[in-house]
């Protein structure tokens, strides 16, 4: 239907990750968590996903906290849940419980499996409520 169509704007998942939207997971140490918990397809995270559920961007995690922990607990209710989905569904609503310091809190997030860049197969986890 669009074949012809001029392309206007483009914002790429790559721009988002520069942008500090994203939060790419197939970095660093994080990479390895990645692939230690089972997934083979890059995962990247919302800035605000991560910030409530993971580490607080700029901020400090409570005393006994880290973010590998964290993030371990994230990408293992996401293997979880995935595992429960039926075939061919491409969203999975999940939820992480996080001690802030004072009380356990529950973050509601979600994940969609899509297209990135390249037409390749990639995962971005969000809070409910983000697209």
Known sequence: MFEDADLIHRYTRKQAIE???????MQDETAELVKEAGFTFPI???ATAFSEAVAPIGGELPPGQDLKGRLWDVLMLLRAGIRALPEGEDRLHFQVGVWDGRKRKVVALWALCGPGDEG?????IMLEGED
């Open 44 to 46: 990247a995270m919302t």
């Open 120 to 124: 390749e197969p990639v995962i971005t």
């Open 19 to 25: 942008d500090g939207m994203l939060v790419d997971l």
